[in-house]
């Protein structure tokens, strides 16, 4: 079997996905798994990364990207930590990372969880503003909408309940 990317070698790297009751299949050879970033489970040096295996996991078919070049030899100037390192352990050395590596990060991060942003659990008792916020955001998105499919009455409604729940917050 072909490559389905480049059609031009032996497929050896076969990706099967589950997504919402749909299988998806793609058959790549290693070249155009490298180049997608496809589920790669071991770093250059061959050394198994239990982040990079998790992160395989959560990975979305549809949303293979190019692996970015980026220096490896990339260093925090506060903490000493490099970038190949927060990539194979998904360990952060310092508060200062976060600015000077931003742009790695981010494609290091929905590798490993799968997501950029927080969606876990809430805490109850200090949570109430979170969900709030939460409804509020929701509440803005249905308002645009009734905006755009001129239901300008429905919109006045979402309208009034945003001002309210600003007034909880």
Same mark, same amino acid.
Not at 104 to 114: D, K, N, Q, V, Y
Not at 154 to 167: L, N, S
């Given at each position: 079997?072909?490559?389905?990317?480049?059609?031009?070698?032996?497929?050896?790297?076969?990706?099967?996905?589950?997504?919402?009751?749909?299988?998806?299949?793609?058959?790549?050879?290693?070249?155009?798994?490298?180049?997608?970033?496809?589920?790669?489970?071991?770093?250059?040096?061959?050394?198994?990364?239990?982040? *990079?295996?998790?992160?395989?996991? #959560?990975? @979305?078919?549809?949303?293979?990207?190019?692996?970015?070049?980026?220096?490896? $030899? /990339? +260093?925090?100037?506060?903490?000493?930590?490099?970038?190949?390192?927060?990539?194979?352990?998904?360990?952060?050395?310092?508060?200062?990372?976060?600015?000077?590596?931003?742009?790695?990060?981010?494609?290091?991060?929905?590798?490993?969880?799968?997501?950029?942003?927080?969606?876990?659990?809430?805490?109850?008792?200090?949570?109430?503003?979170?969900?709030? *916020?939460?409804?509020?955001?929701? #509440?803005? @998105?249905?308002?645009?909408?009734?905006?755009?499919?001129?239901?300008?009455? $429905? /919109? +006045?409604?979402?309208?009034?309940?945003?001002?309210?729940?600003?007034?909880?917050?």
């Amino acid at each position: 079997m072909y490559c389905d990317e480049c059609k031009q070698k032996l497929a050896s790297v076969h990706l099967t996905q589950m997504i919402q009751g749909q299988k998806i299949e793609m058959h790549l050879c290693e070249t155009c798994a490298a180049k997608k970033g496809a589920l790669l489970i071991f770093d250059q040096d061959n050394n198994f990364s239990i982040p *990079q295996l998790l992160g395989s996991f #959560l990975g @979305n078919p549809h949303d293979f990207q190019e692996l970015q070049p980026v220096n490896n $030899q /990339a +260093v925090c100037p506060n903490c000493g930590t490099g970038i190949a390192n927060i990539r194979q352990t998904g360990k952060i050395g310092c508060s200062e990372c976060y600015s000077i590596f931003d742009r790695e990060l981010e494609p290091t991060f929905r590798r490993i969880s799968g997501n950029t942003e927080h969606v876990g659990k809430i805490p109850n008792r200090s949570g109430e503003n979170i969900l709030l *916020q939460r409804k509020i955001d929701e #509440l803005k @998105n249905q308002l645009q909408q009734a905006v755009a499919h001129e239901q300008y009455e $429905q /919109a +006045v409604e979402i309208r009034d309940a945003i001002k309210t729940f600003e007034k909880d917050l």
